[in-house]
């Protein structure tokens, strides 16, 4: 069995401000690959961000940057100079094997 | 690329009704197709996977009866949900994951979702 943690329901951050989102997994498999996705209030799924597990360097993706630690099973997401469309539901999945599960959420809300 | 659609982005129903939800990728081979189910503020539930060509495989707890999937093209699965009742009311999200310019990929392609409510 695998499982996605995100320990924070909540958070908020001052707009042009860094943010980081939590995000703790536990998978058997060697071979798996790591996502975040962002839910707007249009409640379409958003593909922000992915990480292959046999890759050591840190993926990033304009103001996206995670931090995959693989020994700790922890694959946060770091947004930068946090701007108002960045106001979503974040959800941090695993894939391993056939399934992709998804962590419970964390809602970001951007403050002006 | 990778685009995936819905339709209809909202759907109303009588209750004994079946309701039928397509889900289509725009741009490339969807090889496997997945329909989730999400309730307000929660987190996405998967409902079933389907590989194109062959029967869905259902997770624990999901009536197949009920809910009917169908992928018969690399670009086309459907989501029928027979005799609705007002408890199916729901999000519905199909994504989908195949040959992406031509590349396989891992990454899982939603659509926009459908909103049912059963009255």
């Known amino acids: 069995a695998q499982t996605v943690t995100q320990s924070q329901p909540e958070m908020s951050v001052q707009e042009a401000e860094t943010v980081t989102l939590s995000c703790t997994y536990d998978?058997?498999?060697?071979?798996?690959?790591l996502f975040w996705y962002k839910q707007p209030p249009s409640r379409q799924m958003i593909l922000v961000i992915r990480?292959?597990?046999?890759?050591?360097q840190n993926a990033t993706e304009n103001r996206f940057s995670v931090n995959f630690q693989k020994a700790a099973k922890s694959f946060s997401l770091k947004i930068s100079d946090s701007q108002l469309g960045d106001t979503a539901m974040y959800f941090c999945?695993?894939?391993?094997?056939?399934?992709?599960?998804f962590g419970g959420g964390t809602r970001l809300m951007v403050k002006p | 690329g990778a685009v995936v659609s819905q339709h209809p982005s909202w759907v109303i129903c009588k209750s004994g009704t079946s309701v039928k939800i397509e889900c289509r990728s725009l741009?490339?081979?969807?090889?496997?197709m997945f329909w989730y189910r999400q309730f307000p503020k929660q987190s996405l539930m998967l409902m079933a996977t389907?590989?194109?060509?062959?029967?869905?495989?259902?997770e624990q707890g999901v009536e197949k009866d009920k809910f009917l999937i169908n992928h018969a093209s690399l670009t086309l699965s459907t989501l029928t949900v027979t005799s609705a009742h007002p408890e199916d009311s729901s999000f519905y999200i199909c994504?989908?994951?195949?040959?992406?310019?031509?590349?396989?990929?891992?990454?899982?392609?939603f659509g926009p979702g459908t909103r049912l409510l059963v009255l």
């Open positions: 994504s989908a994951r195949g040959l992406v310019a031509g590349v396989f990929g891992e990454t899982q392609y």
């Open positions: 998978t058997s498999e060697n071979n798996y690959y």
């Open positions: 990480q292959e597990a046999y890759k050591q």
């Open positions: 999945a695993l894939k391993a094997g056939n399934m992709l599960t």
């Open positions: 741009d490339f081979q969807a090889t496997t």
């Open positions: 389907s590989n194109e060509g062959s029967k869905a495989t259902y």
